[in-house]
T-cell receptor
Framework: GAVVSQHPSWVICKSGTSVKIECRSL??????MFWYRQFPKQSLMLMAT?????????EQGVEKDKFLINHASLTLSTLTVTSAHPEDSSFYIC????????????FGPGTRLTVL | DQQVKQNSPSLSVQEGRISILNCDYT??????FLWYKKYPAEGPTFLIS?????DKNEDGRFTVFLNKSAKHLSLHIVPSQPGDSAVYFC????????????FGAGTQVVVTP
């Protein structure tokens, strides 16, 4: 149980285009999902908290207009990287927290984004 | 500031022996602690957790120990297996975290034959 999927697993795009990444909790409902970014050989950096039915909460320094988050249902959150540039190339990972009293997050497999 | 610290960036252990990973935290509001395992180019996998009302939690080969007075926790893996070679992240949350996890920098474990 507690499976989280991400799609796509990798994407290459041209500079200036937008890329959408989907995060789905497959066997549980998640009121809250989180989006992280990981740079090589570094820890996970929390970008934003996505709450179903409300606006996402962004961490300091993360541009909300660049990284659009939509949490349309209890099993789906999307991250759209708008007008991507090479410096946005990274490994993006989502996690989902089952609804209820738990702080355990279950992570997706990640999405490797390369912007040319 | 780094509220969760893993001071050992790497650990090498022989197959069959015990792996001990350490984690320190500074925020006294943390009351829930987790360990995740991560392979390259994959998302972290949840291993084991412990709440602050306990000092030990065991699940198969994995045991987590919590010392609240020292603000220290450790993960014991015994016996270590080659498939355990990965990066291990310690994470913590508390009443003031709003569900967010604070992660340590990770410890790279290499299990040698």
């Amino acid at each position: 149980g507690a499976v989280v999927s991400q799609h796509p697993s990798w994407v290459i795009c041209k500079s200036g285009t937008s890329v959408k990444i989907e995060c789905r909790s497959l066997d549980f409902q998640a009121t809250t999902m989180f989006w992280y970014r990981q740079f090589p050989k570094q820890s996970l950096m929390l970008m934003a908290t996505s709450n179903e039915g409300s606006k996402a909460t962004y961490e300091q320094g993360v541009e909300k207009d660049k990284f659009l988050i939509n949490h349309a249902s209890l099993t789906l959150s999307t991250l759209t990287v708008t007008s991507a540039h090479p410096e946005d190339s990274s490994f993006y990972i989502c996690s989902a927290r089952p609804s209820g009293f738990t702080d355990t997050q279950y992570f997706g497999p990640g999405t490797r984004l390369t912007v040319l | 500031d780094q509220q969760v610290k893993q001071n050992s960036p790497s650990l090498s252990v022989q197959e069959g022996r015990i792996s001990i990973l350490n984690c320190d935290y500074t925020n006294s509001m943390f009351d829930y602690f987790l360990w995740y395992k991560k392979y390259p180019a994959e998302g972290p996998t949840f291993l084991i957790s412990i709440s602050s009302i306990k000092d030990k939690n065991e699940d198969g080969r994995f045991t987590v120990f919590l010392n609240k007075s020292a603000k220290h926790l450790s993960l014991h893996i015994v016996p270590s297996q080659p498939g355990d070679s990965a990066v291990y992240f310690c994470a913590a949350s508390g009443a003031d975290s709003w569900g967010k996890l604070q992660f340590g920098a990770g410890t790279q474990v290499v299990v040698t034959p």
